[in-house]
């Protein structure tokens, strides 16, 4: 999805979101964390942002009576009540935690939904999609899914695209002498990240463990290549040559 049109749908939503509250009652009801006298401009105002941090809209808490128009009092629907807890969990963390630090950077750091949902209804890091789907599907479904996930979601902060996430699966991978799974990880990461000693280094282990000698000095010599100062890259690639060396 296209920064732009991801933009174009999150005014509509705040659109559909103020035409939805501007027909309800001033008289706001069934308020039970957030403060009683909240006015509606202010109750307003956090639904916009709970919209954005989840990415969904009014139905996904809210019991529907027609289009655009919500029987807001309900507790009908078990999101509605998970938000309830949602919103003292978050003023626990900046009201009982976060302000009791000894941190004098200002302004200070607080915790919204955002911090963790990032557009997502139940967030979750791309590496735990990926381990998922690994489990269910295999290595070439995952892979699929990634690009999917990728084309969708590039541009945007639902999920990280930089090569640490992949990385680590397939480093977990390895650890678990899945070669070829992790293999085909560290494959799919070299198309969009062609210039990372990490990469390269993590690739000259899986060869090397697969017996693959020079495929691994290769991706040993480019790691070092690369990060000059890395000396992990230079350790593997004198054990691998030892045995070369005149005795």
Known sequence: MSLKKSVLIWAGSLLIIQAS?????DKLENIQVLPKDISKKELVTIMKSFTNALGKRCQFCHVPNGPDDFNFPSDEKSEKKI???????TKAINDEY????????EPRIS???A???????????????IR???DSKGVDSAIQKYRDLRTQFYGGYVYD?????LNR???ELMEQNKLPESLALLKLNAEFNQQSSWLELLLGDVYSKSGMKEEALQHYRKSSQLDPEDVFSKKKIEELTASDKPH
């Open 83 to 89: 938000a309830r807890s949602m919103i003292l969990m």
């Open 115 to 129: 911090t963790c949902h990032h557009s997502q209804p139940r967030p979750q890091f791309i590496e735990d999609v």
């Open 98 to 105: 976060l302000k009791k630090m000894p941190i004098t950077d």
């Open 169 to 171: 699966v397939a480093s």
């Open 132 to 134: 998922a789907e690994i």
């Open 111 to 113: 915790v919204t939904c």
């Open 21 to 25: 509250f501007a027909q309800a009652s």
């Open 161 to 165: 695209f930089t090569e640490r996430p």
